[in-house]
Each structure stands twice: as C-alpha cells, then as structure tokens.
C-alpha cells in the first residue's frame, strides 16, 4: 500500500533474525531484544492528541497514524497532524512489512473527500497528507477518489497544501494521470525497500514499475514534486541503498524519506538489525551529495513525519535551486 507501516514505537522488545544463515528463517528461534533508546518514544497522552482523535472518530475517518501504528503518533497528534488514509482500511496486497489488515476491501464511502475536507478545516491543517490502501479490486485502484478528494480540500481548505501517498496502480491504466491532474502539490510513492528484497517483503509490486511512475509524475507535470521512500533494517547493504538513491534521482526524485523499520508481528518480515543514527546520518549525507532537494533521514523518520515543516523545507530548496541556475 502507499504508506509505510511499521510497528508500535511504545514497544519496548522485537524480534531480531539471528544473523546464522541455517537459522535465520525458523519461526521457533525468534531472540528478543531491547529496543535502542532512539527508538523510544513516550506513550501518547496529550489533551492535543484526543482532541485529533476526536476529530477523526467523529467524522467516521480512517489515519495511517493508527492502521500502520506509528510511533510518532503522540508527537504529531499533539500538533494536530494526522494522516488520512482514503479508501477503506482494508488492503488488498499482503506485503510483509505492512500492519494494515488484509483481506476483502470495505466499499468506498460516497462522502468521504467532504469528511476529510472538513476534518482537515477543523484541524487547521497547513498541509494535509492523503495516503490509502492499495485497491486492486477498482477497475483505476481508487485514483478517481484521489482526485475528488484533492478537490474537495481546494475548495475547503483553500489556502492548505496537498501530499498524496499513492498505491502503485499496477495494471490500471490512466489511474496515474487522473491524479495527476488533479494537482496535489506532492505526490508521495514509496518504493520501501532495494529490488533485491522485493520477492519477499513487497511480493505484489514491482521496482521498477514504482521508479517508472513516479518518472511519469515529472512528465506530466514538471510543477509537482515528487518524494519516496526506504525503510532500512531488513536485510539491506549499503551499495544497494546508493544504487536505489541513483535509481531515485535518474527518476528526478526530489525529496527521499529513510527511516527504520520495526517489525508490527512476530508473522511480519523480521528486523534485520537497527540502524544507528550515526548512518542514518550517512545517508543524509550522500543523498544530498546526489542532488536530492531534500533528505530526512532518521530512526524515526516516516513518510509524512514532519510534513508540513519539510514542504516548506522542499519550495525552499528549489527555490534557492532555480535562483542559483539564473
């Protein structure tokens, strides 16, 4: 699906692999470790955060925040920042990184771009994240939906920006360029992790169908920025992160999202190891070397983590950018 999911920060164990080959995958050898103390975060309990709750319940929304448990929740609700997740709460792929229930997809919700549009005016909401499931049983895989809830956010919250996290519309022909043309201010895909792991940790998407569409986003509008991103930690090497960077930019990419990824289950792809912040740092590092206009990279970095504070981040730089090529 277009959001990342990951486990319950407040956690305080998971499960690692064992780094033996002959080992590695029986289910009756899990080792239990500590979560490192960046991982950490403090149970949500702010009268911010159950107002945002209220917000969302009342108007009968579903957010990426609770389905894909993120442990940011109680730093961003606090802020009255929730991210909506469109078209149901039920996925119809089975990647193995993913929290969000899989199964028979709900019917789509005729009212739900004003239910949003409204919950993003009570909020206040600067800039609005939209994510979804991924709905391969709709003949566009929901990218009509997409487009009416763009438009029913310009005309209630006009002065608020737009990120959508789309699913991939594998086999949905013109699905792309219906939301395209609706104009969200950034359009969000995620390739999640290297091709090599693709068969096991996102088995109904494609690499290099992603990297396409995005490349596709450029073409029909220049305007839009573009942003994706990895999770690191589940089994990846660092000559396969730079080469997805170079893949990334040769698909003129602007903003790359690295963040760890915890794992919901014991069912779920196990947790290679946790990436220190040190390398994280690294990454950051030869990201912007490789021309990104933006790079957040952290532990705790999610797809729209700090969003509103990194769009400006993003006009920003291509600003300076176009300003800099005059």
């Known amino acids: 699906m277009g959001a990342r999911s990951i486990s319950r920060g407040m956690d305080s164990t998971t499960t690692v692999k064992p780094r033996h080959p002959e080992k590695a995958h029986r289910p009756d050898n899990p080792v239990r470790v500590g979560k490192p103390d ?12 159950a107002e945002t709750k209220r917000i969302v319940r009342e108007r009968g929304l579903v957010t990426v925040c609770e389905e894909a448990a993120c442990p940011n929740i109680g ?30 997809p709900d019917k789509l919700d005729p009212h739900e771009p004003e239910k949003v549009a409204d919950a993003a005016a009570a909020m206040g909401l600067q800039h609005v994240v ?5 709905r391969d049983d709709l003949d ?17 919250c006009p002065g608020t920006t737009i990120e959508v996290l789309t699913p991939d519309f594998l086999r949905k022909e013109g699905a792309l360029e219906i939301v395209v043309a609706a104009k969200p201010d950034v ?22 169908h992603s990297l396409r569409l995005l490349q596709r986003v450029k073409e029909l509008d220049p305007t839009l920025f573009t ?22 930019r040769s698909a003129e990419i602007d903003f790359l999202t690295i963040g760890q990824y ?24 030869t990201a912007k070397a490789k021309g990104f206009l933006l790079v957040a990279s952290s532990p705790l970095t999610r797809s729209s983590y700090h969003a509103d504070r990194d769009f400006a981040a993003l006009r920003a730089a291509r600003e300076a950018k176009l300003a800099a090529a005059r």
């Open 262 to 285: 915890l794992q919901p289950t014991p069912k779920h792809a196990a947790l290679d190891r946790f990436v220190p912040p040190a390398e994280f740092d690294e990454y950051a590092a």
């Open 130 to 134: 939209i994510t979804s499931v991924d």
């Open 140 to 156: 566009d895989g929901g990218a009509e939906h997409f487009a009416r809830v763009i438009r029913a956010l310009r005309e209630r």
């Open 38 to 49: 960046w991982i950490r975060v403090k149970a949500p309990v702010s009268p911010e955060y």
């Open 227 to 248: 942003k994706s991103g990895l999770m690191v930690g589940l089994g990846e090497n660092r000559l396969e992160i730079m080469q997805v960077m170079d893949d990334m």
């Open 75 to 104: 730093e961003c609700w606090k802020k009255k920042h929730a991210t909506m997740m469109i078209l149901g709460a039920v996925c119809t792929r089975a990647c193995s990184f993913c929290n969000v229930a899989t199964g028979m």
């Open 187 to 208: 359009f969000n895909h995620n390739l999640e992790t290297v091709p090599r792991l693709y068969p096991t940790i996102r088995p109904g998407a494609r690499y290099f």
